[in-house]
């Protein structure tokens, strides 16, 4: 044989000897070889699903068989042929276009009905193929064939419609998700029932999870130069589902806040604050989820890389308004909530004669409830969305009280001691906000307590000479009109 092959050679190349002896190789067409392989494919017990993860030693097993059945023939190549790289070549590209194609059909097409298991079974033959096959061929030092371009001529007819069955499958999970999910909220909206953090972790982990199984299978499965565009597909996808249609569905029902009489408010607040939160984190994940699965591999392409960073901009521009809405809302019924345990104040409480060391009841309350909406903020808000929320709510606040406290008369004595119990310990409360803004409006509330201590002569040294110069005169004169021993006159030397 090898004699021939020498002869051959000499006369014409031979490459018809070649093409000859590769076609006879009992592997393409040994019957019981190629049962074997079918049967193989067939076999999905071989296959564990762990998760999002597959472990399928079919492909172990064929590639193995595969690679046996290589090294022998090419003992017999080394030992018959003068052009043994030629040879080896000739049958590289069959074993690719007959034993491995036919194979990897057979596995596919069980799974042609599932199209999760389909995407996933697909992704795993690539790697396989490439990591037990291509990689160990590539060892051969075989010159004249191009192992990734059999590779993916291979996979090419999956690749070609890849994008339109990932994307459809995308599509298709996260809309049962999302509906049913707005159907169980919608049935706890009714039953007046809240959740009790919000926003559900399983449903968004299911979308930013399954957007990154998506991700990879583009890396490997996009044709080539078709990736960026895939990638941008797919995190299109992904933002318009979680944050255009569950996150928006989910905050734009827990920024509708009750009335202040509505015995749930303070429950409905701690909620908004939870899905914020939620909302924050969830924020935080997708922002470095572009930064380690999307920006990196659409670098080669300027207005893809462009057109994701804007939608993603854009989509979390979005929910920042929708979250302000809802805080300008917890705002107000935070400071109607103050004002509503303020009625609680008993027209004589700054007028007893009693002389004690106390705060009024209705201060221990006010202050318990400042301190509880403080505890919410804190735990729910960071760095600078904090302070500028509690200091928005202090400032309100102080408003509220110097309004509150026009309307009570205090008596000299024990009543101005027990103003000034009061005064002190809501000051020292809104120290917690650590706001400057704060602790000066708190500040000048405290100095309005001087008006009711010093005679009518010393006011206008008092209003002139300290803080109280910037409050209003007549917010002023209201005050000093509360005073139980006031007489008009006094009014003369403001």
Not at 14 to 33: A, H, L, P, W
Not at 70 to 93: G, K, R, W
Request: proline residues 1%.
């Amino acid at each position: 044989m090898k004699q021939c092959a020498s002869t051959l050679y000499n006369f014409n190349g031979g490459e018809t000897c070649r093409s000859r002896y590769v076609q006879k190789i009992k592997m393409f067409f040994d019957i019981d070889i190629l049962r074997k392989d079918e049967t193989l494919a067939n076999n999905t017990s071989k296959r564990q699903i762990r998760g999002n993860n597959i472990i399928d030693s079919r492909f172990e097993i064929f590639f193995s068989d595969i690679l046996r059945d290589i090294q022998h023939e090419q003992n017999v190549i080394q030992s018959v042929f003068v052009n043994q790289t030629s040879a080896m070549a000739m049958l590289i590209v069959r074993v690719f276009e007959q034993r491995v194609r036919g194979f990897i059909e057979n596995v596919l097409n069980i799974e042609a009905n599932n199209t999760s298991m389909y995407l996933q079974t697909t992704q795993y033959a690539y790697n396989s193929t490439k990591k037990l096959l291509v990689e160990p061929l590539s060892h051969l030092g075989i010159s004249g064939v191009d192992l990734n371009q059999l590779l993916n001529s291979v996979f090419y007819t999956y690749q070609e419609g890849y994008i339109q069955r990932e994307r459809g499958h995308l599509a298709n999970l996260f809309d049962a998700t999302f509906s049913e999910e707005c159907d169980r909220l919608t049935g706890l909206e009714k039953a007046f029932e809240y959740e009790e953090d919000g926003l559900n972790h399983e449903i968004t982990q299911t979308f930013v999870q399954q957007t990154e199984n998506a991700l990879a299978r583009s890396y490997t499965l996009s044709p080539e130069g078709s990736l960026p565009e895939n990638i941008k597909s797919i995190f299109f996808l992904m933002l318009k589902y979680l944050f255009e249609d569950y996150i928006t569905f989910v905050l734009e029902k827990y920024i509708k806040l009750p009335m202040v009489n509505d015995s749930r408010c303070f429950q409905a607040i701690s909620q908004l604050f939870r899905v914020i939160l939620g909302i924050n984190q969830i924020v935080g994940q997708i922002q470095t989820l572009f930064q380690v699965h999307v920006l990196p591999h659409i670098q080669t392409s300027i207005n893809v890389q462009s057109q994701c960073s804007d939608q993603l901009y854009f989509n979390i521009s979005s929910l920042e308004n929708n979250i302000n809405y809802g805080l300008e809302n917890s705002l107000i019924l935070m400071v109607q909530l103050v004002d509503k345990a303020l009625v609680d104040q008993k027209r004589t409480d700054y007028q007893n004669e009693m002389d004690d060391d106390t705060t009024t009841p209705t201060c221990n309350s006010v202050t318990k409830l400042i301190q509880s909406f403080y505890e919410i903020a804190k735990s729910c808000l960071q760095g600078k969305n904090l302070h500028i929320f509690v200091e928005e709510l202090g400032l309100k606040l102080q408003v509220v009280f110097l309004n509150h406290f026009k309307k009570f008369k205090i008596g000299q004595g024990s009543g101005t001691l027990k103003l000034i119990k009061d005064l002190t310990e809501y000051r020292s409360t809104l120290k917690s906000f650590k706001s400057h803004k704060v602790d000066d409006a708190f500040e000048m509330l405290f100095e309005v307590s001087k008006l009711f201590l010093v005679g009518p002569d010393s006011f206008k040294d008092i209003i002139e000479n300290g803080i109280l110069a910037r409050v209003q005169k007549s917010d002023l004169i209201a005050f000093i009109k509360q005073r139980s021993d006031f007489k008009s006159i006094w009014l003369d030397n403001l």
